[in-house]
Structure formats: C-alpha cells, structure tokens
C-alpha cells in the first residue's frame, strides 16, 4: 500500500511525517542546549499531554512469514528493502510506532547467546544470516522517528511437535524436559522456574544491548484450548504447593510478567513493558468484575490475569486485542472498549486497542470497509483510549477495499505525537533555541539548535508572520521528527508562515516552545 497510499498523499503530508528530514545536523560548535539554559519564551508552558497524542501503531509479524520477510533465506538486500518499505507504509499512513517480533519461537532476530537464530529470517534454525537484523530494523525505525517495540513469545518453542527438526543450539533441543508438545506445537512449561530464567534472559539480552523502545508481549501465555489438558501435571505436583492448579498457572505467569516490569524498568527507566492480551479478561456471567461478553476468557483459558497485572501497575500500557465488530452479539466492540477504558481509569497504565486489519472482507461483518475507521470514532468516547495498534502490516500494506487509506484520511490525516508515558521518571528537555526558517527552491527549511536530553523535535507550522513567543496549536503539527531540521515542501512560495519548534524525551515529556521562526510572503 505504501505506492498506492503515497500517491494520494500531498508532498507536504508526507513531510509532516518527517521525510525528507535531515540528520543530526553540523551546529557550527554551538553545542547542544544544556540543561538550565535560559529560555527563550520563559514566559510560554510546556504543552500537555492533549487528547490530539496517539500511539499509532502496526504490529510486524516474523512467524510464518506473515509480514517479514516474506522469503526466509532471501537476499539480504531483498530482505532490508522489504522491511524499509513496510516501515515506509506506516510513515505514508501518519503511524508512529512499529511492534516487531523478534523472538517468535524459542529463537532470535539477533545475535543471542542463549537462542539460535530463527528459522524466519534464514530458512533454517541457528543459520547466521550474516547480518544484524536487529540493529538494522532498529536504525531504519528510529530513522523514521518510529518507536520499535521489541516483541517476544515467551513460551512458545515451534509450531511443529518434532524437537529433532529443532536446531541443536535450541534450548528446547538441550533442555528436552522443559518442553511439552500440546496441540500441533511444542511449548515451554510456565511452571518451571529454568523456563521464566530462560525468558528474562533473552528479553533482559536485547534490553541491554539494543536502544529498544518497549518490550513486548502478545496474547500467548498457557496456550489455547486445543482439546485435552496442558500437560504439565508432573510439573504442578512439584511446585504446585496446595494451590488450586489454575490459580497456581496464572501465578507461574503473574511471577514472569512482575518479575520482567521490575528488571527492564531497573535496567533502562524510559524502556517501557507492554502486553497484548486476548481481548475477554472473563465473561460477567462467570464474574461481576467481567466484561458482558460470551467468549473465551484469558484468566480462565489461558490462564492470563491481565486486570491484575494493570491493577498492580506491572505494565506500562495494555494492549487489548479487540478483534470483533460494534454489535457483535458474543463480544461486542463498543461494550469491550467500555470495560477496558474503565480498567485503567485511575491508573498509570496506558490503554491502546488491538485493532484487526486482518479480517477486512473476511465474512460479512468485515465487509464494510469503515468498520475500522468506525472503531476509532467509538475509541474518541473514552479520554482513556491513548490509541491503536493494527494487525498487521501487511494487511495495511494491502489497503484491503480502501480500509486503510479511509483510516488515514478519517483519522491519521496529520501526525500525532505519542502519550506522555504514564510511570514514574523523565523529564522534558530544555526549549529548543536558534530555530530558523529559510526559503530554498524546493520549501522552507527549518533548523534548529538540538537540545540536551532530546529523543524526538515536534515541529508546528502557523498561517502569517509572528515572530517570537506563542503557545503550540496542537492542530498545527506537521512533523516529529529526529535529528536538527526539516523540509518543508507543503510551504506554498506567496505566503507567511512561522514555525515552532519543541523537544520531547523519550517518554514524550515535552519542552517549552522557543522562539517562532517566520519566513515572509515575497512582496511584488
């Protein structure tokens, strides 16, 4: 979609989404503003954390080759190209975060320690690819000014029960009696303490190593129903101390899910933890607590607790994968939003809403293609809905009967900046000074002197001549972007516009504007 969507989508639009945009820029030995450097409009508050932020979303999957990449084993030039283009796609539909999955199956999408490299990015389990994958999905993402949210499978091994065809590097290969074969796959048992340590180590490797920003988890916990039990008696038995055996599984993942908030928020502060779970905590007919829905339930199916772990603020944001229609009779998206917008009312936990792209003309309640675009006028509601995440990229790719580009054009017309991270610690950076507006012959370029402590510049474009001091319009953004400056295309040559400019952490506190830059209309 990234060719079909661009081509409706003005020059100036897609500078407003940061491209082009120019790198970190030579400053003339300026240096960065410093912490407690004098403001330029000291006079002029700091933006809040408006209703206008969003986190805007798609997840990128790499089991099955579902998203990326589509040949495993492919060119490596074949393979980075793909990628740029899926992350060029959400750049074209205003997005401003990428949920890539890195560690699908007991393996890696980098260079680990502890897991061989998947099979999803070479063909084979533990074959180098030759490059890092990682570091290049990374620099690529941030390029764009798109969050990347590492996404890791914690307990799944293979989608095959057969752990010979399993590399030998493979824990699960080393560690037979780790695993347990249910249904079509092979699973790590949550019970097992060697299981949760194998876990956290993989996801504590990337969180110090890589500039990630949020780890991330889906809805596989104990997996699915599939007919019989989860066989992990032998395992219950031994660890199990008394506890009724559901209530002794959801602790087996209450302990993994605590356990992870409190290493990666010790390691790196401004590194988020995030889940997306399945979209029924439990039904009201099995708990007054519940949704009024008549599915599957996490805490019972599961065993996923997910009210609990917002209640005990062990997540930074909850994902909830609400993959049915408004009026649906088992479990009713307009009915789901309400009862999760009211989870987190009171909380720090930020709520997005899993949104399923997927399913766009799949039977006849997905064949309206404004059934996604109705959802995020529903989600408008509730102040407590921060934004979406849509599964997945190569179904906003493919703009399915226009679903996406009517997404965009109803909702995502202009860039969002993200929501303030609702935890403890960040701070904003000092006003940006020294901005600048100049005319070229191909916009106006604004520059900027960078500021210490800045992840991300939110720049805002105003109708007429105003040189100096003035509040941000929210309404006026047209780019986030990293780096010293941006091109202007959209500037039309004939009239005055000024330009402000603000710095933003990596939890998106947000500075003070500092002075406005003005170019004039030309006169004559």
Known sequence: MAAAL???????????CGIPAFGEREDGGRGAVPPGAKAECPQIAAPGDSGDRQLRAMWIATVGGIDWPKDAGGSVDGQRKEFVKLLDTAVAMNMNAVFVQIRPNSDAFYDSPYEPWSQWITGKQGKDPGYDVLAFMLKEAHARNLEFHAWFNPYRVSRQDDLKKLSPKSPARKHPDWVRKYGAGLWYDPGLPQVRDL???????????YDIDAVHFDDYFYPYPEGGEFPDKATYKTYGNGMNRGDWRRKNVDTLVESLSQRIHAA??????GISPFGVW????????????RALQSYDDIYADTRKWIKEGWVDYITPQ???????????????VAWWAGQVKGTSVQLTIGQAAYRVGADAAWKNPAELSRHLTLNAKYPQVRGDVFFSASDIAANRRGFAAR??????RRPALRPVSGGPGGTAPPAVQGTTAVRDGKGVRVTWRPSQGAASYAVYRVDGAGPGCAP??????IADVRGGGILDPAAEPRRAYTYYVTALDRLH??????RGATVDAPKG
């Open 472 to 477: 941000v319009d929210p309404g006026r953004l």
């Open 199 to 209: 876990a956290t180590k993989a996801v504590m490797d990337v969180v110090t190593k």
């Open 6 to 16: 661009t081509a409706g989508v003005s020059a100036g639009a897609l500078a407003a």
């Open 322 to 336: 609400l993959y049915w229609p408004i009026g649906d009779p088992r479990a009713d998206y307009a009915g789901l």
């Open 407 to 412: 997404l965009r054009g109803d909702h995502y």
């Open 509 to 514: 506190h947000q500075s003070a504007p500092g």
């Open 268 to 273: 790196k502060p401004w590194v988020r933890f």
């Open 282 to 293: 439990r039904n009201k007919s099995n708990d007054p607590a519940g949704s009024p829905t």
